[in-house]
């Protein structure tokens, strides 16, 4: 890969947006800059800090008030879900009629 004009160029012009980056950073108008991101990105830290915190009791709350809501809209569904989750649940041990029919033996 051979360096060309135009990658000369963007070299050049990159390292000036640092040094001219650099120096303003290095200004009174630059360090304000800076505190302003500074205490901006601690609220922000404390602002999430708290939300994790809050984050069971959400939950909790989402699952008490769908939980509600099935019930009040959906009378039949409690019932329902019973019946399905025993179905799968509670008829693992059981057999079917096809499992307990032998099969006829196609020699004899």
């Given at each position: ?7 000369l160029?963007?070299f ?5 947006a640092?040094?001219?980056a ?8 630059g ?8 205490t901006?990105?601690?609220n ?7 939300t ?13 008030k ?29 057999t079917?009629d096809?499992?307990v ?8």
């Amino acid at each position: 890969m051979s360096v060309n004009g135009k990658h000369l160029a963007t070299f050049i012009l990159g390292a000036a947006a640092g040094v001219a980056a650099h120096k303003y950073l290095q200004s009174e108008e630059g360090g304000k800059l800076l505190e302003d991101l500074k205490t901006k990105a601690n609220n922000l830290k404390s602002e999430a800090e708290g939300t994790i915190d809050k984050v069971p009791e959400y939950f909790e709350e989402l699952k008490a008030k769908g939980a509600d809501t099935l019930k009040s809209n959906f009378p039949d569904a409690e019932a329902f879900f019973k019946d399905l989750y025993e179905k799968f649940v509670g008829g693992k041990g059981a057999t079917t009629d096809a499992e307990v029919t032998p099969t006829p033996d196609p020699i004899s």
